[in-house]
């Protein structure tokens, strides 16, 4: 029965009209029973698993449904995507287990305490969690999980009743929400009756930016570590709440492309993680072969994909004891697809992940002991290595910027990373530490090797291929100061209730206000300001004022002549104030030394209105991350105009525009009305290949430095670990700032750490004041770079600035707002977007 279903099955694709008899007994185990109470998806959702693209509405729907039909089942909800989606986890076990989950849960978690050491893992449950499509336009895997959710709740028999009993899973079924539904949307709008395997077809093409990301245009896969989107808040909580054995992302990949499995390429994979995680890994993935041979799949691993950057789902797990699964399913994007292996069809790429989301928990099962005593021993290692630590700890601040500092900590919170305040201000190697915005991170603690991931600095590798960044070092990453400590001797309380910072005016002022540019949050503040129509202007030069010192780019609000009376301006401000976590300072006089504060060197500040282009021909991550950074950090407005219509735009309302790093060439139109537009007083900002863009059609003349690389004694194999090679995948950078310059107000330190991920450099300009950042002689901090791009990177520039006509064109070569959470470098884009007028 099943092979003759199979066969009208692969017939009916042929003629292209597979719903007809798409059954869901295509996907299931076929020698057992189901439980004719559990409602089968189409019975819920009304189409067939693979029909149609799931919406992620139905997903949950179904999910819901599920969990009250089914004892095996109960379903949380973690949170919300910033569209409004819950996010949901299925906690799937025997009824049994689900009594005393609580239990389970916590004799789970001491295996990786001190006091798991002598558990007995005869009876302990292994916890896998497994996750679907955090690409939204990767689908399979969302889909596949309406079977599987149904597998495990209607399955019968004495094999999955063991299971269950042997296991916790751990099943979120949509990785990104708003990114599955946006892709859904556009698959099913777009299908015909009669399906469509051509290439060519509309269908297979999604308009700009895709269902890839999320919300704003995040891939979603790069955040486990840095977690700073709602999705991934949920999902790295849930992680550390149950420390999964296995952690499974189920992806797609390109549609000539059969299916991939980890382990990877064995060279690419980072040192911090045991060998023993790949040797297991490359024994769950036996189970895997065996499944998919069975059903006639074709698969490979150990190639292309690697294990290095821990922010990705399948490696984040690797230095926590855990086993991350990487699998990749060939992509029939919409429908169904032709394909070098012949048609491809959404159900077929679904059913591979069934196999293997169900090769997963078979695995867990056979090696469940084996699995939990690794994950015992890898802390038994960490904690031994740790208390041996020469390094007893790393403190790390900024005396001038507490909220920064403040979002490192809250990283390590998430990441469940113990903390200290620092007991009192001190200095520690030579850099000054304030007590409030430092923090002191002991070493001698369980997640001692995920600290040493996110702050160690490294410059060499085995291999310079690498499948996304290689440095993210994260004090460079924020910008703080840090220093290693031989001892706990400036450690305070250990800090345990994380609480926001707050902030206010200090006092009531006839004459005027002050606060300096450092913090974090000062460019919401001023916009804030601004906005009501309050003048503000800003300092070019330090002075001091009633005993205190005041840095470039001091922030000054008069209180005369304002729109608002005294009384009502301090009661604004101090309201500002407190939403930004910054401190106004109230001064009583404008006499200082150094600039007075009714000196001609305070630039007036004028209200901004921002513009960006987006849409096709313009990177969507880049230009996502900066409307994240306005609408979410700095809640300020942007107005993103698409590529298609912004020669129809009336440009003048606008004070800056931005141009994120562009993909291929851009209408010749818009550098034109660009141009007229900065002739006339606007200030545009380009990023990364924008430059080139800019220079090519003549809004700057900068001249950019090439590499004259030529391939010697490389074979036509070795051709693309070659080029691969001179990839600037992700790396930090170090330069040295001029201070003084507009672009740098709000910097204290004198070097502040870039992040590039481009090839793309800047001769300095002949006259040495217009280069305000430059890269020093011995440039590399974190991260891979060749040889030969490290030699044009030196002494090179990332940023310039150029007056056309009554305006401005400033480029940016590097990213400042890399994946949010490179929070060190966000304040040069308010620089140039506030102060450009002063540059
Ligand atoms: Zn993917």
Redesign the pocket.
Known sequence: MKKLLLFLFVATMQISTAQESLDLNYYLPQNITYDPSIPKPADVIGHEVGEWHVTHDKLMFYMQTLAKASDRITIENRGETYEGRPILLLTVTSPKNHANLEQIRQAHLALTDNNGNNASLENMPIVVYQGFS??GN?PSGANAGLAYAYYLAAAQGPEIEALLDQEIILMDPSFNPDGLQRFAYWANTNKSKNLNPDGNEREYHEVWPGG?TNHYWFDM?RDWLPVQLPESRARIESFHKWMPNILTDH???GTNSSFFFQPGEPTRVHPLTPKINQELTAEIGSYHAKALDKIGSFYYSEENYDDYYYGKGSTYPDVQGSIGILF?QGSSRGHIQESDNGLLTFPFTIRNQFTTALSTIEAAKNMRTKILSYQRDFYKDTRANAAKSKTKAIVFGDAKDANKTWHLAEILNRQKIKFHELSKDATINGVAYKKGSSYVVPMDQKNNRLIQAMFEKRTTFTDSLFYDISGWTFPMAFNVDYSEMGSLSNAGQEITDFKPLTGGVDAMSNYAYLFEWNEYYTPKALNRILNKDIRAKVAKSPFTLEGRQYDYGTIMVPVQNQEMDPKALYAFLDEVAKESRINITSVGTGLTKGIDLGSNDFDLIKKQEVAILVGNGISSYDAGEIWHLFDQRYDMKITKIDTEYFTRADLSRYTAIIVPSTRGSLDKKIAEQIKDWVSSGGTVIGYKNAAEWFNKNELTKFTFKKDTLLAKNISFEQREKFFGAQETGGAIFQTRLDRSHPINFGYKNNTLPMFRDTNVYIEPSKDSYNNPIQYTNDPLLSGYVSEENLKLLKNSVPFQVNRMGRGRVIVFTDNTNFRAFWYGTNKLLMNAIFFGQSM
Do not use: L, P
């Open positions: 955090i690409h990767e890839r896969n992806h797609e990949m990749e």
